[in-house]
């Protein structure tokens, strides 16, 4: 068989370890910080941790590698313009390129208030370094972020100091993303990644073993501590928990998580060099991403139970009731700071990666630097991302009422369904040379089969429930 043409890209990953950190970079965010133990603590813990892992593993990884492959096989580097040259290469409607310009408007649309989510963390640090939380009781806490990351709607007071730190963190990204491929979003991650993932270790023993020192009682009644009592939540199923909402979720936060159906994967799979392994570099990438959504949850919980915390709080459970736990142990203010430093390292690997879709694009299309790109579309950015301080309505709404719930699941839908039934069977077959052909044929049937159908069901269901979102957000 003749080999296929593959992208020629005007820039690739420097080694195989760089794509890695990068994409583990781009999936391990603050999805896995502060949504997953937000969505666990809401969905029953480990029985929400089961189907998160099932999701993963026979939606998420298929979806993940489908992106690699159509990234590289095309000859672009903006996911769009390469979606374009694989579908009319296989003979099919260019029109098929609608999921990647849905996948990198969702992706766009996110970094915006993904930036402002950003901005409450930075706005932390200096709170935990000077010691402004110390002596302060829950609602006292929570008054704090109310006051200032919220403030009262309509008006600019409150806000000011999260929109410095949201222009900061604009700022910082653009940039990055205007150094290119190696200088900017591989040098940040082969920097950020590993002192993140010896941050997260050390905070999650730090949490573990305080947390089995504290003794506490259950609901129950039962004598414990922290500690067992938050490996019990992650790892003990409530299986009572479980309903649709459960599975919605799961799937969801495993779309918003690992970063498929944004056309992330797809910009980062056409600097893939041809050495490296599609199917294992997906697996590697999506199970360390669940890994450390998991470590993190070791992280969060032993402190929640130790400290009496609510772990039903949603969003709140990291910038609420977090903080009065941080704040009352030894050295908590150090502790906290190293905290939110962790997940200002988080923070800034996935804002640029969700930002790159759109820089690539725009540079590609209208001929353009890096540099210029990422100046015009780093101040639609920040436009948008500002509506969503001022408003956290707008904030909201682009998250729990149009990206998440439609954006990412409908480009991912279509992204399978071009995959498994329009690319053609060649070109998948030349990704994945040197695989062994029975991964190969199952995660072909995955993509083919399976991801379609758990996808629709999941889009369907989700729009279904968009009139009841939408209540919540707007009939206040």
Known sequence: MAALPSSPGTAQWSSRFAFI??????????????????????????????????????????????????????????????????????????????????????????????????????????????????????????????????GPQGGFSGHGTVMFWFTVFVIFTAFLVSRGVNKGIEATAKILMPVFFLLLIGLSLYSLISGFGTPITTESGEATNGGAAALAFLFSPDWSALNFKTFSDALGQAFFSIGIGSAIMITYGSYLPRDVNIPQSAILVALTDTLVAIIAGLAVFPIVFSHGLDVNSGAGLFFKTLPVALSSVPGGNIVGAAFFFLAFFAAITSSISL??????????????????????????????????????????????????????????????????????????????????????????????????????????????????????????
């Open 21 to 150: 950190m990068a994409a583990v970079g781009s999936s391990v965010g603050l999805g896995n910080l502060w949504r997953f133990s937000a969505e666990a603590g809401e969905n029953g813990g480990g029985a929400f941790i089961f189907v998160y892992l099932a999701c993963v593993v026979f939606i998420g990884i298929p979806v993940l590698m489908s992106e690699y492959i159509v990234g590289r096989a095309g000859n672009a580097s903006s996911a769009i313009i390469s979606v374009e040259d694989v579908a009319e290469r296989s003979g099919v409607s260019k029109g098929w390129a609608s999921f990647a310009w849905v996948g990198t408007i969702g992706a766009f649309l996110i970094v915006s208030f993904y930036c402002v989510v950003a901005a409450w963390v930075l706005m932390y640090i200096p709170k935990f370094l000077t010691g402004a939380f110390s002596g302060m009781d829950p609602a006292q806490i929570a008054s704090v972020f109310d006051a200032e990351a919220i």
């Open 355 to 476: 930002f790159e879709p759109a820089v690539a694009y725009v540079a590609e299309k209208f001929e353009l630097t890096r540099a210029k790109s990422a100046l015009i579309m780093g101040v639609i950015m920040w436009i948008i991302g500002a509506s969503c301080v001022m408003s956290i309505k707008m904030l909201t709404f682009l998250d729990e009422g149009l990206t998440g719930p439609v954006m990412l699941p409908l480009s991912g839908l279509l992204l399978v369904l071009f995959v498994g039934w329009r690319l053609k069977r060649a070109m998948y077959i030349h990704e994945t040379l040197g695989v062994p052909s029975w991964l190969v044929n199952l995660l072909y049937f995955l993509i083919r089969f399976v991801a379609p159908i758990s996808v629709a069901v999941i889009l369907v269901m989700s729009v279904l429930g968009l009139p009841e979102v939408y209540a919540g957000i707007f009939g206040g």
